[in-house]
């Protein structure tokens, strides 16, 4: 489970698969309300107020996005105490109200990778391409680049292998396409893969 702070009253959790799994969590849990999904938004509100000091009281806005290849992203935003609803000087009666939340469940069928080193990057490519051809997306967002693969553009049957490799190279990415489509740079729209192999050689080339 990997937590950070995007904001005063935003933050983005991400959960691998092995994260649900060692809690008796299927993806599809996710949607039911269940014990186990509670127990488990307690913990991740009880880690994030340990690691940044992130308070979770009062209402929470909840976007759970589902990465088939990576895993879970959760974004959780903290709203503002309501004192016309609750009366003003009743903030420790409604701390144990915690957790009042409006849950938003996306899908996502992309697989997103991120690279720290360009480097890296361009041997991850040229391993990739005679997996998949003509495919990938190229950004850079905070210092790193990220690589997005379509659904259509991966082959059902290599799509194990694929992630397989990309998981030498890179790390699953918890940020989404929206967001960087709204505050990353699109270095290349297409033919990500085909490209970096095209204009860059590998180091041991």
């Given at each position: 489970m990997?937590?950070?702070r995007?904001?005063?009253?935003?933050?983005?959790i991400?959960l691998?698969?092995?994260?649900?799994?060692?809690?008796?969590i299927?993806?599809?849990?996710?949607?039911?309300e269940?014990p186990?999904?509670h127990?488990?938004?307690?913990e991740?509100?009880?880690q994030?107020?340990?690691?940044l000091?992130?308070?979770?009281t009062?209402?929470l806005?909840v976007e759970?996005?589902?990465?088939?290849a990576?895993?879970?992203v959760?974004i959780?935003?903290?709203?503002?105490?309501?004192?016309?609803?609750?009366g003003?000087?009743?903030?420790?009666d409604i701390?144990?109200e915690?957790?009042?939340?409006e849950v938003?469940?996306?899908?996502?069928d992309?697989?997103?990778y991120?690279?720290?080193?360009?480097?890296v990057?361009?041997?991850a490519?040229?391993?990739?391409r005679?997996k998949?051809?003509?495919?990938?997306r190229?950004?850079h967002?905070?210092?790193?680049?990220?690589l997005?693969?379509e659904?259509?553009?991966?082959?059902s049957?290599?799509?194990g292998?694929?992630?397989a490799?990309?998981a030498?190279?890179?790390?699953g990415?918890?940020v989404?396409?929206?967001?960087?489509?709204?505050?990353?740079k699109?270095?290349?729209?297409?033919?990500?893969?085909?490209?970096?192999?095209?204009?860059?050689k590998r180091?041991?080339?």
């Amino acid at each position: 489970m990997k937590i950070e702070r995007l904001s005063h009253d935003k933050i983005r959790i991400f959960l691998t698969f092995d994260d649900l799994s060692e809690r008796g969590i299927q993806k599809e849990d996710m949607w039911q309300e269940e014990p186990k999904v509670h127990e488990l938004f307690t913990e991740m509100m009880d880690q994030a107020y340990t690691e940044l000091g992130f308070d979770a009281t009062g209402p929470l806005a909840v976007e759970v996005f589902a990465l088939p290849a990576q895993g879970m992203v959760v974004i959780v935003t903290r709203g503002k105490y309501d004192r016309e609803r609750y009366g003003a000087g009743h903030e420790d009666d409604i701390a144990d109200e915690i957790y009042e939340m409006e849950v938003t469940l996306e899908q996502s069928d992309s697989v997103m990778y991120t690279f720290k080193d360009f480097e890296v990057l361009i041997e991850a490519a040229h391993m990739l391409r005679n997996k998949v051809t003509g495919a990938g997306r190229l950004y850079h967002y905070q210092d790193k680049w990220f690589l997005h693969l379509e659904p259509d553009e991966v082959d059902s049957e290599q799509h194990g292998a694929l992630i397989a490799l990309l998981a030498e190279f890179g790390e699953g990415s918890s940020v989404t396409t929206a967001v960087l489509q709204e505050y990353g740079k699109l270095v290349m729209a297409e033919n990500a893969i085909a490209t970096i192999c095209e204009h860059f050689k590998r180091n041991d080339a």
